[in-house]
C-alpha cells in the first residue's frame, strides 16, 4: 500500500519517512511560480523546491548568489498558491543565514509566515549544521543538501562532482551526518558518484533525495526549466529532458509574429461582434464627435 497521501490531502514530513521506510521513491521538483507549482501538483510531484536555482532560470542572474530574500518570497508565495498538495521547501539564498543562528531563525521564519513554506533548505555541513539545529529548534522543518553546493561552489573547487575519491567520500557523510544529526528531516545529495552516494546513504536514516547522484537513493529531484527543456543552454551531466518546451514556445511565438505581420490574426472567430443596428447608429453618432 501507498504511503503517498490520498486526494487533496497535503504531504508531510511523515510522510517522506514512510515513504523511505517502505522503498517508495520521493519525487521532488523545483517550481518558481503559480503555473509552474500548479503543474506539479497535478502532476502528483510529492515535493516542490522552491530553489535558489530560480536565480538563473526565472530572474536571469549569472548563478544563484545574487538573489535576495525577498525575490526569494516572491518566487515562494506564488509557487505556494499553485502547490497544495506537495510539500512546499524553501531555499534560503546565499548570505541570508550563514552569519548567526539569529539571521538563521528570523530568515526561515520569513519563508513560513510570509510565503507559506512549509520547510526551507539550507547548503552543506559544519557551521550551517549549527544553523541547521538552530532553525529545527525554532520549529521550522529543514532540509538538508550536500555534495556539490552551489552557493559555494567557486570555494569547493568549482561546479564539479564531489566523492570521487574515498577520502572526499568520507567528508560528504560526515556533513550529512551532521545534518542529520542536527534535525534535517531529508538531505540532498548533489553531483556525487552513484558508488559513493549509494554508500553513504545506508549510513543515513532519513530521506536522501538525489540530483546527480544515481538511483540508489530514496528520490530524486530536478529543475523545472531543466527537466522541460524551457532552460537555454546544455543541461548538466544528469539531467534528463523530458520536452523541449522553449524550442516550442519560441515556433509558437514566431507563428504569432507571422500571423499579426500578414494580417491572419485576428480572424473573425477571435473577435467580438456588434448588432447591425448599433453599427448603424454608432455610424450617425460619430460626425457629430
Known amino acids: 500500500m501507498s504511503s503517498r497521501p490520498s486526494g487533496g490531502e497535503r504531504v508531510g514530513i511523515t510522510d517522506l519517512a514512510r515513504m523511505k521506510a517502505n522503498g517508495e521513491r520521493i519525487v521532488m521538483v523545483t517550481a518558481y511560480d503559480f503555473p509552474s507549482a500548479g503543474a506539479a501538483d497535478a502532476a502528483g510531484v510529492d515535493v516542490v523546491l522552491v530553489g535558489d536555482s530560480g536565480a538563473m532560470t526565472v530572474l536571469g542572474y549569472d548563478s544563484t548568489v545574487p538573489v535576495t530574500v525577498d525575490e526569494m518570497l516572491v518566487l515562494c508565495r506564488a509557487a505556494r498558491r499553485g502547490a497544495h ?18 539571521d538563521a531563525v528570523a ?49 569547493g573547487g568549482g561546479f564539479r562532482a564531489r566523492g570521487r575519491t574515498a577520502e572526499e567520500a568520507l567528508t560528504v557523510l560526515d556533513a550529512a551526518r551532521s545534518l542529520e544529526e542536527a534535525g534535517c528531516f531529508s538531505i540532498v545529495f548533489e553531483a556525487i558518484p552513484a558508488a559513493a552516494a ?17 538511483s ?58 456588434m448588432p447591425s443596428e448599433e453599427r448603424e447608429r454608432l455610424a450617425r453618432l460619430l460626425p457629430g464627435r
Open 107 to 155: 530568515t526561515s521564519q520569513r519563508f513560513v509566515k510570509e510565503a507559506g513554506a512549509d520547510a526551507v533548505k539550507l547548503e552543506g555541513g559544519g557551521a550551517s549544521a549549527e544553523r541547521a539545529r538552530a532553525i529545527v529548534r525554532a520549529g521550522i522543518p529543514v532540509m538538508g543538501h550536500v555534495g556539490l553546493t552551489p552557493q559555494t561552489a567557486a570555494a
Open 198 to 214: 549509494a554508500q553513504i546513504a545506508q549510513c543515513i536514516r532519513v530521506p536522501v533525495i538525489g540530483i546527480g547522484a544515481g
Open 216 to 273: 540508489d537513493v530514496d528520490g530524486q529531484v530536478l529543475v523545472f526549466h531543466d527537466l522541460l527543456g524551457i532552460h537555454n543552454g546544455a543541461p548538466a551531466r544528469f539531467v534528463k529532458r523530458y520536452d523541449a518546451l522553449r524550442e516550442r514556445m519560441i515556433s509558437g511565438l514566431a507563428e504569432f509574429a507571422d500571423d499579426v505581420r500578414s494580417s491572419r490574426y485576428p480572424a473573425e472567430e477571435h473577435t467580438y461582434r
Open 85 to 102: 498538495r506537495p510539500l512546499l521547501v524553501a531555499d534560503l539564498p546565499f548570505g541570508s543565514y550563514e552569519a548567526s543562528d539569529g
